[in-house]
Nanobody
Framework: QVQVVESGGGLVQAGGSLRLSCAASGRPFSSYAMGWFRQAPEKEREFVAAITWSGESTYYTNSVKGRFTLSRDNAKNTVYLQMNSLKPEDTADYYC?????????????????WGQGTQVTVSS
């Protein structure tokens, strides 16, 4: 069983930055592909970014390209989502997810383990 825990959410003004962290435990972290999703009120959960187990490849949804950066530190069992130039439309609960595999995964159905989420609010 893999446990996933997010942290780093909060309230920030438009144009500001936040860094979300996701710590995973329970299995060799380096064997897991990781992803971030977000869910705004009354909307479906949507893909934000994903990274391969090695960290060599990342993939982003179009709306965050150039503003968000996903990275991982396998020695610390942690992935980081650096979010810059935040916009009010980035406001949502952000969820980290994990699964074994060598690829980049972009749908909720492809992930086996989920965190409880961390709230991000961007004020205008």
């Amino acid at each position: 069983q893999v446990q996933v825990v997010e942290s780093g959410g909060g309230l920030v003004q438009a144009g500001g930055s936040l860094r979300l962290s996701c710590a995973a435990s329970g299995r060799p972290f380096s064997s897991y592909a990781m992803g971030w999703f977000r869910q705004a009120p009354e909307k479906e959960r949507e893909f934000v970014a994903a990274i391969t187990w090695s960290g060599e490849s990342t993939y982003y949804t179009n709306s965050v390209k150039g503003r968000f950066t996903l990275s991982r530190d396998n020695a610390k069992n942690t992935v980081y989502l650096q979010m810059n130039s935040l916009k009010p439309e980035d406001t949502a609960d952000y969820y980290c997810a994990a699964r074994q595999g060598g690829g980049v995964y972009v749908t909720t159905q492809q992930y086996d383990y989920w965190g409880q989420g961390t709230q991000v609010t961007v004020s205008s």
